[in-house]
């Protein structure tokens, strides 16, 4: 019988249930394979066992059928010849407690951070700035702190940037960083980001990392799936910047755990070859590091991606958990790689693992797990146990149901657009300083807590609670600290 401390995987031939032990889950993991090979079922299937053990889980759904962790399963055919299999598996079909999140807003609750959250250095990855260009950009943030400029969404920049090169007095000693031409770059280069539709991640309400790790009433964990079908395809930076902002946020606000009986959150990042692809070095350096020790937060991160060269040398071998399905090899360079994707598992003096990765069929896998120690465990081959929820998307109908009814509704729905960088500059200027975006009328801003509290007490008095909220927001955003992992650079980025 399988441990009900294990996240249990699938059966070896020989009929034993294989799974990793749940206190390990936070080694963070490996799921590769060729295309058709099985690697979303698979991770399915994981997703269930860390709900079931209570465990929340975040993860991109590039193919936009992920979501049928929602629904209940129907197994036939060989799933079900699969299930029968595996006769300890007790296998229930049944949806998971599953929260649908879009950038777009379309197909889920919208996703949305702010400038200000992500910071320079992330945001200078994003919009692919030349090492001036980044400059200029840390210069305009520098400006925003001194003088209390929220940076919330794209207006807000853009209409810092117009300021600063109508008043470049206002850079002080920094007025030799932003010249015309890297002014008019970056100005150019948002345009681009707005063109490829990543205006909507920028804004309020932003993410709260709270909503991710609350369990559904039954005590399972609930899965946040990010549906990134059409990111990824139409603005892959903008899929992988969100990720890695994401992890970075997650090691700033989660306290230390230590070696916890299982984790908080586990993170499978799809299409994993995306966040190192043309990554700066020392973000690069700096996203290996958070991986490293973010396991001691409570967070497992899992790579999903075809080969394992696809990722760093750094973060390979960090991974505990190793699932590969089979790989085809009709190149040299492909064979090589081959044998050097069997070569990263500990042998298994009964079968050749070179060999067995071609011969790998649909829904088995080379496994390698960690043992109680830590250390590795022997590959095996694995035939991974069939997810209880639905294998494929669900409808659209069924996609508005779990909409209406997750407890977010209406929390993150309805955009807010309150005081900040564009509006205290239009003021100053007195001009509009984008016409695209004209400003909320005085007193209409809708959702900001400050205007909800104003109206709540009325009169003077609301007036007064609204000026002093204001002038708080201001001086928070002096002190704000901008940049990704300000305690890995440094500093300790503050929060609003």
């Given amino acids: 019988m399988p441990d009900s401390q294990d996240i249990l995987i699938g059966a070896g031939p020989d009929g034993q249930p294989i799974g990793q032990a749940l206190r390990l889950a936070n080694r963070h993991g490996l799921v590769a394979g060729a295309t058709g090979t099985g690697k979303t079922v698979t991770l399915q299937r994981l997703a269930e066992a860390f709900s079931d053990a209570g465990v929340a889980v975040f993860a991109a759904d590039i193919k936009g059928d992920l979501c049928g962790l929602g629904a209940p399963g129907n197994p036939q055919g060989k799933v079900a010849e699969r299930i029968a299999s595996m006769p300890w598996l007790n296998h229930t079909p049944q949806g998971y407690p599953v929260t649908l999140w879009d950038v777009q807003g379309q197909s889920g609750h919208p996703l949305r951070t702010t400038l200000s959250e992500m910071g320079p250095l992330l945001l200078g990855s994003l919009l692919e700035l030349t090492d001036s260009q980044q400059s200029a950009l840390y210069a305009a943030f520098k400006v925003a702190d001194r003088e209390g400029l929220l940076l919330l969404d794209i207006k807000d920049l853009k209409a810092l940037l117009s300021y600063l090169r109508d008043q470049p007095d206002v850079l002080g000693e920094d007025s030799a960083l932003m010249t015309t031409g890297s002014s008019q770059a970056l100005l150019r280069r948002l345009a681009v980001l707005e063109q490829q539709g990543a205006e909507a991640l920028f804004g309020e309400p932003a993410l709260q990392l709270e909503d991710l790790l609350q369990l559904a009433p039954d005590g399972r964990g609930r899965i946040h799936l990010l549906d990134a079908s059409r990111l990824v395809h139409e603005a892959p930076k903008v899929y992988a910047t969100f990720l890695l902002w994401l992890l970075a946020e997650l090691f700033e606000q989660l306290p230390e755990r230590g070696d916890a009986d299982k984790p908080l959150l586990a993170l499978f990042f799809d299409e994993a070859h995306l966040l190192f692809a043309d990554t700066p070095k020392a973000l690069q350096d700096r996203l290996e590091q958070v991986v490293r020790l973010i396991r001691s937060k409570g967070v497992g991160v899992y790579f999903v991606t075809q080969s394992p060269g696809d990722l760093p040398d750094a973060i390979l071998a960090q991974l505990g958990l190793r699932i590969q399905h089979g790989l085809r090899a009709f190149t040299s360079k492909e064979q090589k790689s081959l044998k050097a994707v069997a070569a990263g598992f500990r042998p298994n003096p009964e079968f050749d693992a070179l060999t067995v990765l071609t011969e790998l069929g649909i829904g088995e896998a080379l496994v390698g797990t960690l043992q109680e120690k830590g250390t590795p465990e022997m590959v095996r081959r694995v ?56 400003p909320a009328p005085e007193g209409k801003a809708e959702g900001g807590f400050a205007d909800m509290a104003g109206g709540f007490l009325g009169g003077l008095a609301g007036q007064a609670v609204k000026s002093a909220m204001r002038q708080a927001a201001n001086q928070i955003g002096r002190e704000l600290v901008r940049g990704l992992m300000g305690s890995l650079l440094g500093g300790s980025k503050k929060r609003r």
């Fill in 383 to 438: 035939f991974v146990a069939p997810p209880q929820s639905r294998i494929g998307p669900l409808s659209e109908a069924e996609r508005a149901g779990l909409i209406a009814q997750s407890p977010l509704a209406g929390r993150y729905d309805k955009p807010v657009d309150r005081e900040s960088a564009y509006e205290m500059l239009l003021a100053r200027k007195g001009p509009v300083v984008d016409k695209a975006h004209p």
